[in-house]
């Protein structure tokens, strides 16, 4: 079975600092690989996903995520990081049956 | 297009009563997945629909339980309320059903006394 596993809990960056949240996953095929963002209180917001193909993917609010086979991981990024983005990402590996694992989610925090 | 939509958006029960929830899918979507989110368990699959047939199953009682109408409406249903099922219920829906981007409602909330 799949699964997922997000390492940091919770990060902490100034407004403007460069992000990356990680993301290790376990999956025996060619996984489908997702970030979701949520506020508090509010449901998942789809930011990215790799399915095929290249490895680097862009999404939405100027993210990127790199899928590296070789370490297993699926990592998140963005380059300047605004007061707004501050809420709790997953991690998530789909499988052929749209059985959805979530890793436990990383809160981030803003710093002004 | 509008969204995922679940009714209603907080809920309030007591021990041993049931409680129905209701997702609407994006219009189109054939496909309704269910998420139990609490802070100590995170994430957790409970059950997928596709045509009005459960397709896949996570590890719960069988106190949950769905169906899915044949406008792709679904509603999922537990039975004698324990403390422990106080979390957010999620909703997503996708296009199909392997292999799809699946959209996330903004959940009912459900608190058990």
């Known amino acids: 079975a799949q699964s997922v596993t997000q390492p940091d809990i919770h990060i902490t960056v100034s407004e403007g600092a460069s992000l990356e949240l990680r993301c290790n996953y376990s999956?025996?095929?060619?996984?489908?690989l997702f970030w979701y963002v949520q506020s508090p209180g509010q449901g998942l917001q789809l930011l990215l996903k790799?399915?095929?193909?290249?490895?680097l993917v862009q999404g939405i609010k100027g993210f990127e995520a790199e899928f590296k086979r070789s370490q297993s991981s699926f990592n998140l990024r963005k380059p300047s990081v605004h007061w707004s983005d501050a809420a709790e990402y997953f991690c998530a590996v789909g499988a052929e049956n749209n059985d959805m694992r979530f890793g436990a989610g990383t809160r981030l925090t803003v710093k002004p | 297009k509008a969204g995922v939509t679940q009714t209603p958006r907080y809920l309030i029960k007591t021990r041993g009563q049931q409680v129905t929830l209701s997702c609407s899918p994006i219009?189109?979507?054939?496909?309704v997945s269910w998420y139990q989110q609490t802070p100590g368990q995170g994430l957790q699959f409970l059950f997928e629909y596709f045509s009005e047939t459960q397709r896949n199953k996570g590890n719960f009682p069988g106190r949950f339980s769905g169906r899915q109408f044949s406008n792709s409406r679904s509603e999922m249903n537990v039975s004698t309320l324990e403390l422990g099922d106080s979390a957010l219920y999620l909703c997503a829906s996708s296009l199909l059903g392997q292999k799809q981007t699946q959209y996330f409602g903004p959940g009912t909330r459900l608190l058990v006394l």
């Open positions: 999956y025996g095929a060619t996984p489908y």
């Open positions: 790799y399915f095929s193909g290249d490895t």
């Open positions: 219009s189109g979507h054939r496909s």
